[in-house]
DNA sequence: CGCACCTTTGAATGAGATCAAAGATGGTGG
DNA sequence: CCACCATCTTTGATCTCATTCAAAGGTGCG
């Protein structure tokens, strides 16, 4: 993948900037310089966990993860699930402990960089840092769509929305082919992500498939057979489209 | 109030971000230009509302709002109370369309600006630019610790929580005199915004204050009692503190 | 004063949780 | 290659927290 004559694949975030606006030159070069080293995890280890003091920022490069909160009375909470471009550890620009758990849900490879070096980048590239404001307010959005959804609706939609957000994720990644998406996650997951038990969660998922909604081939993949039905039901909006017409001038 | 020579009054939203950092005098006046004229809003009237083409971003001079969502069952879903220093609409920054609906709940007092004008400012002064990305981190960390409220603890814990965040964030304005602090909401709208039914907001009201937490005078004001309890009950993390150590210099 | 809206309380109902236990599945080491 | 064990899925029965429905007080505004 090539833009203003340099290679996407140097630079991750590039990459994912690039799926929005067109990157100069000078960008990819200073995203390139952004990025440090790849870390890999394995299935199951944490990123970095609640209450610690995270040193650096990571951009997913494959792999799935998720961030949760563990609760007093012992419940968890999935806030999220992160997918190749996703940036982790934002939370880091504004508080010192980290908030959330990071965990690698499936194997995961994940490029770091720093905070001192995004700074930079605000001086340097300042329609960078506006994008990242971008991104991050839409991530916002969708964190209070998930909010609305586990708020106010049934538990069969809830679990239609996580798989709205998770289809529409993964075939503007190009992940999704042919309405077959992978799922690599367990029913414990998913009730964590969804504020209910991972036995409600079967129960909701079977109700799908029983209605034709869904087809579940019982390995790790499931495929999206009515996804007008499936959004309808769960009121979900994709928001993978951002609109960055805003912006300064690319330096 | 000054810093650097300049009026703080001259600009709301220099006056919210110097309760983190310590403006440059260049950087007053910047913001000074950036902002726009005051709008009023009566009790009840809509600022913008969800799927409209929002034409400008706010900053909260004075009352009471919140964003909020109606889902396609006619139900209502409250993201969150914005007091004053609050930013509103930075979902302008990333979708054409409000995903949500900001209503004034008491009179209030708006500040506009555009998004031109916050694209130069991140050009200008690449700090105040990464301080906005700070406090959007910060917002999502906020709407975060909600879900978690939400999805995964019981009604009552769900009220402290709000009434929680709501008298933290009401003193770090210091409008939370002894631990008296104004509650300008209905049940239902506390309901709205804790997934919870106006009945049993009342029933987690009366809870509390048969158990000595908060003394409710009815006249849309409580005090809090038992804040350690309260905020045990509920798990709450306060967030006002906003670590700004790793912004680049100011112009 | 009267009306609209809000709060409060009770009783019945229901969605989802909890408890329990039987299949599936898959990874590991022999 | 197979046996074993841990983990995950599935299903049933029961329970509970919150909802729903209903109706009686309050409160404040025009």
Redesign the pocket.
Not at 153 to 158: G, L, Y
Not at 185 to 191: F, K, N, P, R, S
Not at 197 to 204: E, Y
């Given at each position: 993948m090539r833009a203003g004559g340099f290679d996407l694949g140097a630079s991750c975030l590039a990459e994912q900037l690039s799926r929005h606006i067109r990157l100069s030159s000078a960008e990819c070069q200073a995203l390139a310089r952004l990025e440090e080293e790849d870390r890999i995890y394995r299935r199951g280890s944490v990123v970095f966990a609640e209450n610690e003091k995270p040193r650096e920022l990571y951009v997913v490069r494959s792999g799935w993860l998720h961030s949760s909160v563990v609760l007093g009375n012992g419940?968890r909470q999935i806030m999220r699930f992160h997918l190749a471009g996703d940036v982790l550890g934002l939370s880091l620009l504004a508080f010192p402990l980290a908030p959330k758990t990071v965990t690698a849900v499936t194997d995961a490879v994940l490029r770091s960089f720093s905070r001192q070096r995004l700074a930079e980048l605000f001086v340097e590239h300042p329609r960078l840092g506006a994008m990242m404001l971008a991104l991050t307010v839409a991530d916002r959005v969708a964190l209070a769509d998930r909010l609305a959804s586990i708020g106010r609706?049934?538990?069969?939609?809830?679990v239609s929305s996580l798989l709205c957000d998770l289809f529409t994720r993964l075939r503007s990644l190009g992940l999704a082919g042919g309405g077959e998406i992978p799922l690599p996650?367990?029913?414990?997951?998913?009730?964590d992500a969804t504020?209910?038990?991972?036995?409600?969660?079967?129960?909701?998922?079977?109700s799908l498939a029983d209605d034709g909604m869904i087809v579940?081939n019982?390995?790790?993949n499931i495929r999206i057979i009515d996804e007008k039905g499936l959004c309808a039901d769960a009121a979900y909006s994709d928001r993978t489209l951002i609109d960055a017409s805003w912006l300064p001038e690319a330096r």
């Open positions: 419940s609706t049934s538990a069969r939609a809830r996650l367990t029913q414990e997951e998913i009730g504020g209910l038990t991972a036995v409600h969660v079967n129960r909701m998922m079977r579940r019982g390995h790790g």
